[in-house]
């Protein structure tokens, strides 16, 4: 398989981030500009999906669009159940990795032109990445776009309520295997505030659930969707605008 690379967006031209994916653990963070950091998971991303990512994969309905897909856990494991499912992940480390576990990937915005845009059964928006962009609405917005009329959103949320916006950049934390990426827009969000946004945006609530810490929101779509431009959005920098549109179809590119 082969994949075809968008222009370099900010998270990608984070080299901890792909070093830390391509050795398969951190310790790697979040950092705002006033210091404060937050811890990313590299370990459990890098590992085999544990019992709640299987439960959330039970979940899914139809195709599944893995936003943001990481080191491809969740990707591989769909295509070993036989699943038509895609990764999409702006960092070149992240799709290597899906790929040699056997899923599907591309590296992709989710602001740029997709695979399957409006034909989608389920989007997942997991191990945070409902911050994707920095701005929630947007990327409700541009979600309801990639699914098919009723299609299913599941978002994995924080246990704690909290609606934050931020800039943010990957570091190490002894800066010593790559030091800092480049700052970029980033969203901390709680199901209360998940909810909130989706309800403006005419989503209609599914499911609330909470497992192994970890707490993960269901919504479905109540519009009709359709294959529009990406959109114009504060979230969609010009950076992060496709060079080349994907085939519609929804798979990657053989």
């Known amino acids: 398989m082969r994949?075809?690379?968008a222009t370099a967006v900010p998270w990608a031209a984070a080299d901890p981030y792909s070093t830390a994916l391509r050795a398969g653990r951190g310790p790697l963070f979040l950092r705002r500009a006033d210091g404060w950091l937050l811890p990313l998971e590299v370990e459990r991303w890098c590992a085999r999906p544990d019992g709640v990512d299987l439960d959330v994969l039970d979940r899914c309905e139809g195709t599944v669009l893995d936003v943001g897909c990481g080191p491809g856990r969740l990707a591989a494991e769909l295509a070993a159940r036989g699943r038509t499912a895609l990764g999409i992940d702006v960092s070149e480390a992240a799709v290597e990795q899906t790929v040699r576990l056997g899923g599907q990937?591309?590296?992709?915005s989710v602001f740029e032109p997709l695979p399957g845009e409006g034909r989608w059964g389920t989007v997942l928006l997991m191990d945070g990445n409902v911050g994707i962009g920095g701005d929630p609405r947007a990327l409700l917005d541009r979600s309801a776009r990639l699914l098919s009329p009723g299609g299913l959103l599941i978002a994995e949320t924080l246990p704690v309520d909290v609606d934050e916006r931020a800039e943010v950049q990957v570091v190490d934390?002894?800066?010593a295997r790559g030091g800092t990426g480049n700052p970029f827009p980033w969203a901390r969000l709680g199901s209360p505030a998940l909810s909130r946004y989706a309800d403006r945006a005419g989503w209609g609530a599914v499911d609330q659930w909470a497992a192994g810490g970890r707490c993960f929101v269901a919504l479905r779509s109540r519009t009709a969707s359709s294959r529009a431009e990406a959109p114009k959005?504060?979230?969609v920098i010009s950076s992060q605008r496709a060079a080349k549109p994907s085939a519609e179809r929804p798979?990657?590119?053989r």
């Open 3 to 5: 994949t075809r690379e």
């Open 233 to 235: 959005s504060t979230a």
């Open 251 to 253: 798979v990657a590119e």
């Open 105 to 108: 990937a591309l590296r992709r």
């Open 173 to 175: 934390a002894t800066e």
